[in-house]
């Protein structure tokens, strides 16, 4: 597995797909120029997991229900800390992720 930078242009569909699966069935990726969006991709080159980054805030974790319990979200927040300009902060909807990201 690996991550990249997507490209919305052609990552939309994938995004919010995995949004509404992980989210809310009315999930749909926010597309502000500042918010750069960060995937997950297998062997096969599928989207499993996604975060985005706007202004130095890290929102929009979550992995495909399938692939849950693998490491993929450690393995994309750890990979987007390394980044030229990493995250300093963290949107959490659930408290209860708060040890995840600790």
């Keep these: 597995m690996r ?44 989207l499993v997991g996604t975060a985005s980054v706007e202004d130095g805030v890290l929102w929009d974790v979550c992995v495909h229900p399938e692939y849950r319990q693998r490491g993929i979200a450690s393995f994309l927040v750890r990979a987007l800390a390394r980044t030229a300009t990493p995250p300093q902060r963290l949107f959490l909807a659930d408290r209860g992720l708060a040890p995840f990201y600790a």
Excluded: C, E, I, Y
């Design 3 to 46: 991550v990249v930078a997507l490209d919305m242009a052609q990552a939309h569909d994938a995004v919010m797909r995995l949004l509404q699966l992980s989210f809310a069935p009315t999930a749909t990726p926010s597309l502000k120029p500042n918010k750069q969006w960060w995937g997950v991709v297998d062997r096969k080159q599928r």
